[in-house]
């Protein structure tokens, strides 16, 4: 069998009028000799509409009654969808979760896909019916319904995908696929047309909302091809996959940017072992989502530390730092709460020495002062002034050429 | 164990301070030491907005997705009922139709319930959890989702009391409980303590709102002793059960009646086999609700037929009927679009004669026209006027000395 997985976000099938346009679509590539598959998540902001009657009970609730609460969103689109799809004369059945044999942790809210059992999506495939499965929701080996996170309905397709050894996985959503850096703030961007998984998940990871990272990771494990799709055009969208190292072209292919970012840095730190990780477990008890961590050890035993937050853990983070640093005897704490973390990403990268110096020449000769520098095999990312974002952007997006490579 | 099973309908659970307040309700009766089986329907009109979308795609939706959709509703109230009883230091759990053990014929839509198989709810109900159930649904043997159709919450509270062998299996309602007729109307009316399953199975079917008959057919057929009491006090409501003929004090329990009643007449029908057979055959293709019927036989062979029909039905009957008596060559057709049913029901009837007699006394020496009559063996029922309807029910609940029997 020749099947597409396809996975269809809250915005695309938001309206009876949307779902009726997935529908379309759908058939249009079932008329291709395709088996279809289809992901859905909630009709537009439902699922925002539960959790907010769920926290006027409970702002911290039962995971077990949460997820129980959250996954009927999905179970009203799918089968919105399978009656559009019917009365277009295209036989279509939607599956739950656990209908679908979508097994997870026995955890909530978070849960893990521990194995899809495809025998029934299988078995409907094999009648000529078009299967619509609710994505973001599983069953635990206790017979409760769970979901499984942030990015859910994208990994359950991956998921899927990966099970029935689709010919590929297309993830809709509403911009025509995978660009150079935001579209909106540089006019030059450009769409990839094939863009390789680990640089997928770094600039999904910086913050190109494109697809969520786990799905991109579970696709890199089970060599799923995806392909990112506009909902709303027949554009080709960008493909997802390993690439050779003999296809590429450019050291940098990506230039991602989150300004939702703040720094504190804790000077004069007295050099004793353990003493950052005690920091970082007191940020971690109040949930406070560490990004960037610079160390620099300075010649008279004590140390900086300086680390990046989310803006809205900065004032909860600063208080936390600053009873820490009395407590130990630091020196001080200096903090910034309104930067941004600018990153340029590439898988030819490794080998192509010198990127990371052009980077901070490129940001340098501008009179842009970087604060902080993390690197990894495939990226390098540096911490500025918030102001100065969108020219870092357009800078390395023209330093780098990616205008035009 | 001591074990109540409740049943809260939509209004009872529309919001979410009335969420809590059925929260508080379960809690207070676990206190006196029972094991809690809660049965709630869909919040409010959630199920009504779940129709507008599915009709706005297909008027004749799939039955498998309409019960896919219409399941939801559910889920959503009693995840949150769930959720509130945690939150007031209560243990629970919210089970689904097939979580909760609740089988089902294959079909949709109105699937009759064909077992239930409680291991999940005694475990449940063991571990000292308040167990709350999604109303209106079960699973086949396909493991599909199906609903169990109109009064179906009460339909399955009682299943599910049948299988737990439950003390008693409250119905909560918006009225105090079963009245000898309707108290709007007349303010005489009083509630009954105790009725008997068949008076309470006539009153349902003769439009008595508070139970409907498939529950008390089925609480007949187990023998679950139903209380009806009002979700917004705490009177003791009316106790369903059977009843031994000793406790029978009045022939007369209840003055029932429907005002959504058209009549149609078709007279000099040639009196040929089959021929009324062909005419409510073709009433029943137009899917129109046919109630009573009487025939009469004339000597000059030719019959007469009267039938009962709602009143949003009227138009197509007639035409129908007109059309069938041009073809069989009947004499002519007599119509009366705006008629009321009234009926006296009791159990006690059996063994007292010259009830039915004193109903049409009654109802002759106050200048009430009957049209037409039909009887069972605990009820009977007259066609009249329907601007007479008021006055009638007055005449026969005081000649029946329902106020004070």
């Not at 397709?157 to 590929?168: E, Q, R, S, T, Y």
């Not at 863009?195 to 600039?203: G, K, N, R, T």
Request: hydrophobic letters at 40%.
């Amino acid at each position: 069998m020749k099947i597409i997985v396809q996975k269809y976000g809250g915005t695309s099938v938001g309206s009876i009028e949307k779902i009726q346009r997935v529908a379309d679509r759908i058939i249009t590539n079932k008329a291709k000799g395709y088996k279809m598959v289809v992901i859905v998540s909630a009709m537009g902001d439902f699922t925002d509409e539960l959790v907010t009657l769920a926290k006027q009970i409970d702002p911290y609730p039962s995971g077990r009654e949460y997820d129980a609460l959250l996954a009927t969103g999905e179970s009203i689109s799918s089968s919105l969808l399978a009656m559009a799809l019917t009365k277009k004369n295209h036989e279509a059945i939607s599956l739950t979760g656990w209908q679908a044999g979508i097994y997870t942790e026995a955890s909530h809210n978070k849960a893990k896909i521990l194995d899809v059992k495809p025998a029934r999506i299988l078995s409907e495939l094999q009648n000529d019916k078009i299967v619509i499965i609710n994505g973001f929701q599983g069953i635990n080996s206790d017979d409760d319904i769970t979901t499984i996170g942030r990015g859910g309905s994208d990994t359950s397709a991956v998921a899927i995908a990966a099970a029935l050894k689709a010919d590929f996985c297309e993830i809709y959503t509403d911009v025509d696929g995978v660009y150079t850096t935001n579209p909106n703030l540089i006019k030059e961007a450009r769409k990839h047309d094939i863009i390789d998984y680990d640089e997928m998940l770094e600039l999904a990871s910086l913050g190109a909302q494109v697809l969520h990272p786990r799905a991109v990771e579970g696709a890199k494990a089970f060599g799923v091809t995806l392909v990112v799709r506009n909902s709303y055009n027949f554009n080709e969208g960008t493909i997802v996959k390993e690439v050779s190292k003999m296809e590429i072209k450019n050291p940098v292919t990506g230039i991602a940017y989150d300004e939702n970012t703040s720094k504190i840095a804790i000077t004069g730190l007295p050099d004793k072992p353990g003493i950052a990780g005690k920091l970082f477990s007191e940020l971690a008890e109040a949930k406070i989502n560490v990004d960037m961590i610079v160390q620099s050890n300075q010649t008279n035993a004590k140390n900086d530390i300086a680390f990046t937050i989310p803006q809205d853990e900065f004032a909860k983070g600063l208080e936390i730092t600053k009873a820490f640093a009395k407590t130990v005897g630091a020196k001080e704490v200096d903090s910034q709460e309104h930067v941004s973390k600018v990153s340029i990403v590439g898988v030819g990268m490794v080998s192509s020495p010198g990127v990371a110096a052009k980077m901070f020449s490129i940001l340098g000769e501008n009179n842009i002062n970087i604060d902080l520098i993390t690197t990894s095999e495939i990226k390098v990312s540096c911490i500025i002034d918030q102001k100065e974002t969108n020219k870092a952007v357009q800078l390395l997006h023209s330093g780098f050429n990616l205008e035009t490579y």
